[in-house]
């Protein structure tokens, strides 16, 4: 599951796109295989053209480039780890899945707005929020549109529990006892006269 959208508070933003800016600039970029990568390539060079223009387009739309932008140094499929600032809902990074090193960063003004703005796409895999408030655990949790919701916690993915998305993120569940049902063929046989 790769995240496509950071949708932060206003209050925090200032400092969270500073902290992220800073944590993403020691990423280790390189062969998966090595010891110590955290970011390999992309998978082919589509991929990477898809990026860049995510990139371009927020670009052009008012999003700021905080950090990364263009292709890494190694060559190839291989592309800066990037962030972009001052996301909006004009940018393609607001509608459509990147599946790159892109971080665009939205803001927003009240719970009810960022609830909004999360659900605002026809993906719905996943989702992760934070909060210390119990209160909004519950209303956030069951506001977002999503078949998983991390809540203070960013890996998601355990066979024990249901796997899958809705909207266009699938249909179905595989992983725990729900899972197989998806795998199977009911069927209804009505016998008489025998």
Same mark, same amino acid.
């Given at each position: 599951v790769c995240t496509n959208r950071f949708i932060v508070q206003e209050g925090v933003y200032d400092t969270f796109v500073a902290k992220l800016a800073e944590a993403t600039a020691q990423l280790k970029v390189g062969n998966g295989l090595d010891e110590g990568v955290q970011q390999g390539p992309m998978i082919n060079p589509a991929a990477v053209d898809k990026v860049k223009e995510h990139i371009a387009d927020a670009l052009a739309n008012g999003g700021e480039l905080i950090y990364g932008g263009d292709s890494h /140094? *190694? $060559?190839g499929s =291989? =592309?800066?780890p990037t962030i972009i600032g001052n996301a909006n809902t004009n940018m393609k990074v607001a509608t459509e899945e990147t599946f790159g090193p892109l971080a665009p960063v939205f803001k927003f003004k009240t719970e009810e707005e960022a609830i909004h703005m999360a659900n605002d796409t026809e993906f719905g895999l996943a989702a992760y929020f934070y909060t210390r408030d119990i209160g909004r655990v519950w209303r956030v949790g069951e506001g977002l549109e999503y078949g998983i919701v $991390?809540?203070?916690e960013g890996i998601i993915s355990t066979e024990v529990?249901?796997?899958g998305g809705v909207k266009e993120s699938g249909m179905g569940r595989e992983g725990s006892h729900y899972g197989i049902e998806d795998f *199977? /063929?009911?069927k209804y046989m009505l016998m008489g006269g025998l």
């Open positions: /140094e *190694l $060559g =291989f =592309f800066t $991390g809540i203070n529990a249901p796997f *199977l /063929e009911i």
